[in-house]
């Protein structure tokens, strides 16, 4: 208990901290933001397809694409993270170190770092997507008050989860020279299974099977379809929900193990 | 307290030739070589002590010193630092011990010090009013004023140095592990921060276990030396006595009025050098007494001053290939 409240105690001052570097790093900061514009890309794509004439895509027409890759890009923007390259950069460098030394426990601290960056992409991203999302297709978002509370809940599944997966493939960092190849290997299976190339219900029957089973889906689709009322049963969404938050506990956990089993091998290079 | 067993600690290397073919064999073959960067070294040091750790480069100081901070795990032996043992990371720990690594920093680049001492201050759960009055303390002490509210990259080497002491004595830690805290900097700051550390190590009475290439960090701050080569343990005590044992000579440096005949300093010991009236000899230990007498009562001396040799030369004889350290053997 007594960790969990120093823990607390620190958070103000690491969000205040998070948030001076994000606006110290501002042109890195929107550069990064670009790189997750392309669900408006593939907006473009499918909007003039589904155009055509008594073209239809499962449920998606144009109003429904238009809504489903804003939603992507609000969701991206929001849990998107470059945590992979930061904890690769800080083994690569030695500069781990200093985050060891310290009596939180380092996955804290990044989070803080990341979650403080958030309010800065909403200030940049997310006016600008909102206004375009509800003036193209604003009869499709959810209002009922559980269902949104559900949003929320799964926003934050999603961020965590997104958070924790980057976490883990950062960490793999202690075991080979750098994991930013993994991740390029995990940015592939993402894009398809997560949503975030196509929407799922597009995909072939066999990869939407792999799709629901998968925890990638949760990063992203899930709080996308729910946002844009795709979940017309309450029971629906609670029981998806439930799955996301296990997958962020499984993963949390798979995070820490390869960190903890990563961390003995640490050389802590330089210096 | 600081105790240490038989620490090993071994490191699994990749090696290969330079050049593309070399490059292309190692995707498929990769050659790898265990590396025994401490190979069982064992000390004590109490509360208070200020100990010199020195050895060649790739001796195996800093790896211990990443040991000891918990950074690194033993590959066997055991470590203890205040009770704790160090590489389970314990918070309260961490809390009593501070690293500072002079080739690398911990301030916010792109953010004022401040900043960082105000996370750090949040991390290590330090009160309000205890962070205050230490930096206020530390501030007067490093001369920090107008120092903090710079962004890190604008501070120059020395100014950055003093900021990283600051960031990483907030929390009044009792252990510290100073591995190159002078590195680069000028006489001056290096002075400044020798003074600092002496008064640190007073006032807390604080461990303090230091790490440099410059001698005078050693002379000016530690009684006591560990010396370590290859990652083994050669040499554990007073510095003097490491000195006399290794060295069992003094310089001697005379002054002269006038021209002294020739041959006459060649009898009194070696010349180490003679210019301009200025003569300097080296003379054994036990012949330092009559040797002085006879300058004074016989030759033109003005001035005359007796200085150990530089550590800078006991160490190149320690380290020197070949060479056995039986005299720092005995001297431990």
Same mark, same amino acid.
């Given at each position: 208990?007594?960790?969990?409240?120093?823990?607390?105690?620190?958070?103000?001052? @690491?969000?205040?901290?998070?948030?001076?570097?994000? &606006?110290?790093?501002?042109?890195?900061?929107?550069? +990064?933001?670009?790189?997750?514009?392309?669900?408006?890309?593939?907006?473009?794509?499918?909007?003039?397809?589904?155009?055509?004439?008594?073209?239809?895509?499962?449920?998606?027409?144009?109003?429904?694409?238009?809504?489903?890759?804003?939603?992507?890009?609000?969701?991206?923007?929001?849990?998107?993270?470059?945590?992979? +390259?930061?904890?690769?950069?800080?083994?690569?460098?030695?500069?781990?170190?200093?985050?060891?030394?310290?009596?939180?426990? $380092?996955?804290?601290?990044?989070?803080?770092?990341?979650?403080?960056?958030? $309010?800065?992409?909403?200030?940049? %991203?997310?006016?600008?997507?909102?206004?375009?999302?509800?003036?193209?297709? *604003?009869?499709?978002?959810?209002?009922?008050?559980?269902?949104?509370?559900?949003?929320?809940?799964?926003?934050?599944?999603?961020? /965590?989860?997104?958070?924790?997966? /980057?976490?883990?493939?950062?960490?793999?960092?202690?075991?080979?020279?750098?994991?930013?190849?993994?991740?390029?290997?995990?940015?592939?299976?993402?894009?398809?299974?997560?949503?975030?190339?196509?929407?799922?219900?597009?995909?072939?029957?066999?990869?939407?099977?792999?799709?629901?089973?998968? #925890?990638?889906?949760?990063?992203?689709?899930?709080?996308?379809?729910?946002?844009?009322?795709?979940?017309?049963?309450?029971?629906?969404?609670?029981?998806?929900? *439930?799955?996301?938050?296990?997958?962020?506990?499984?993963?949390? %956990?798979?995070?820490?193990?390869? +960190?903890?089993?990563?961390?003995?091998?640490?050389?802590?290079? =330089?210096? | @307290?600081?105790?240490?067993?038989?620490?090993?600690?071994?490191?699994?290397?990749? !090696?290969?030739?330079?050049?593309?073919?070399?490059?292309?064999?190692?995707?498929?073959?990769?050659?790898?070589?265990?590396?025994?960067?401490?190979?069982?070294?064992?000390?004590?040091?109490?509360? *208070?002590?200020?100990?010199?750790?020195?050895?060649?480069?790739?001796?195996?100081?800093?790896?211990?010193?990443?040991?000891?901070?918990?950074?690194?795990?033993?590959?066997?032996?055991?470590?203890?630092?205040?009770?704790?043992? $160090?590489?389970?990371?314990?918070?309260?720990?961490?809390?009593?011990?501070?690293?500072?690594?002079?080739?690398?920093?911990?301030?916010? +680049?792109?953010?004022?010090?401040?900043?960082?001492?105000?996370?750090?201050?949040?991390?290590?759960?330090?009160?309000?009013?205890?962070?205050?009055?230490?930096?206020?303390?530390?501030?007067? /002490?490093?001369?920090?004023?107008?120092?903090?509210?710079?962004?890190? !990259?604008?501070?120059?080497?020395?100014?950055?140095?003093?900021?990283?002491?600051?960031?990483?004595?907030?929390?009044?830690?009792?252990?510290?592990?100073?591995?190159? #805290?002078?590195?680069?900097?000028?006489?001056?700051?290096?002075?400044?921060?020798?003074?600092?550390?002496?008064?640190?190590?007073?006032?807390?009475?604080?461990?303090?276990?230091?790490?440099?290439?410059?001698?005078?960090? &050693?002379?000016?701050?530690?009684?006591?030396?560990?010396?370590?080569?290859?990652?083994?343990?050669?040499?554990?005590?007073?510095?003097?006595?490491?000195?006399?044992?290794?060295?069992?000579?003094?310089?001697?440096?005379?002054?002269?009025? =006038? $021209?002294?005949? #020739?041959?006459?300093?060649?009898?009194?010991?070696?010349?180490?050098?003679?210019?301009?009236?200025?003569?300097?000899?080296?003379?054994?230990?036990?012949?330092?007494?009559?040797?002085?007498?006879?300058?004074?009562?016989?030759?033109?001396?003005?001035?005359?001053?007796?200085?150990?040799?530089?550590?800078?030369?006991?160490?190149?004889?320690?380290?020197?290939?070949?060479?056995?350290?039986?005299?720092?053997?005995?001297?431990?």
């Amino acid at each position: 208990m007594t960790r969990v409240r120093a823990t607390l105690r620190a958070t103000p001052t @690491m969000l205040r901290v998070g948030l001076a570097e994000t &606006v110290a790093y501002r042109v890195e900061f929107v550069i +990064w933001m670009l790189t997750t514009t392309l669900p408006l890309i593939m907006l473009g794509l499918w909007t003039s397809v589904a155009s055509e004439p008594g073209k239809q895509f499962a449920q998606f027409g144009e109003r429904e694409f238009v809504a489903y890759y804003i939603g992507a890009l609000i969701v991206r923007n929001l849990t998107g993270s470059w945590v992979v +390259w930061q904890i690769n950069e800080e083994i690569r460098r030695g500069m781990l170190s200093f985050r060891l030394l310290r009596p939180i426990h $380092p996955f804290v601290t990044y989070a803080a770092t990341h979650i403080s960056s958030v $309010p800065m992409r909403g200030l940049v %991203a997310l006016p600008f997507a909102v206004i375009l999302l509800f003036s193209t297709a *604003g009869d499709l978002i959810i209002t009922d008050p559980a269902l949104i509370g559900v949003l929320a809940a799964s926003l934050l599944g999603a961020w /965590l989860l997104t958070f924790f997966m /980057l976490v883990m493939i950062g960490s793999l960092g202690l075991f080979v020279d750098k994991s930013t190849a993994v991740f390029d290997v995990y940015m592939g299976i993402f894009a398809v299974l997560s949503g975030y190339l196509i929407p799922l219900a597009l995909l072939p029957d066999w990869a939407q099977s792999i799709a629901r089973v998968a #925890p990638f889906r949760y990063m992203l689709a899930f709080p996308v379809e729910l946002a844009i009322g795709f979940y017309h049963a309450r029971g629906d969404a609670l029981r998806d929900l *439930g799955v996301q938050w296990l997958w962020v506990t499984i993963v949390i %956990a798979a995070a820490l193990v390869v +960190w903890r089993a990563g961390i003995r091998r640490y050389e802590a290079f =330089g210096s | @307290m600081i105790r240490v067993d038989d620490l090993v600690k071994t490191f699994r290397v990749h !090696r290969r030739p330079a050049g593309l073919g070399a490059a292309i064999r190692s995707i498929f073959h990769r050659k790898y070589e265990i590396v025994r960067a401490v190979a069982g070294v064992s000390f004590k040091i109490e509360r *208070g002590e200020r100990v010199g750790f020195l050895g060649p480069n790739g001796a195996g100081k800093t790896t211990t010193l990443k040991v000891l901070s918990g950074l690194l795990h033993p590959t066997a032996g055991r470590v203890e630092v205040n009770g704790f043992e $160090p590489r389970r990371r314990d918070p309260a720990f961490l809390k009593g011990i501070t690293l500072v690594m002079g080739q690398k920093n911990q301030l916010l +680049w792109d953010l004022p010090a401040a900043e960082t001492y105000a996370l750090n201050r949040a991390l290590f759960d330090v009160p309000r009013d205890e962070y205050r009055e230490t930096l206020d303390e530390l501030s007067e /002490l490093l001369d920090l004023a107008n120092l903090s509210t710079k962004p890190t !990259r604008q501070l120059s080497l020395g100014e950055r140095m003093k900021c990283e002491l600051a960031a990483a004595l907030l929390h009044r830690p009792r252990t510290l592990f100073l591995d190159e #805290p002078t590195i680069g900097l000028d006489v001056s700051m290096q002075v400044a921060i020798r003074e600092f550390i002496r008064s640190y190590n007073q006032r807390y009475e604080a461990t303090v276990l230091l790490t440099s290439h410059y001698m005078q960090d &050693v002379t000016a701050l530690c009684p006591r030396v560990i010396v370590i080569d290859k990652g083994s343990l050669i040499y554990d005590g007073d510095l003097r006595a490491l000195v006399r044992k290794v060295h069992p000579n003094k310089l001697v440096s005379f002054t002269m009025a =006038g $021209p002294i005949g #020739p041959g006459e300093l060649e009898r009194l010991g070696e010349v180490v050098s003679s210019e301009a009236g200025r003569v300097v000899l080296r003379v054994p230990q036990d012949r330092l007494r009559d040797l002085v007498s006879h300058a004074l009562a016989n030759l033109p001396v003005v001035d005359l001053s007796v200085e150990d040799p530089p550590v800078e030369d006991i160490m190149r004889e320690l380290f020197r290939p070949g060479s056995v350290p039986d005299a720092a053997a005995e001297a431990g």
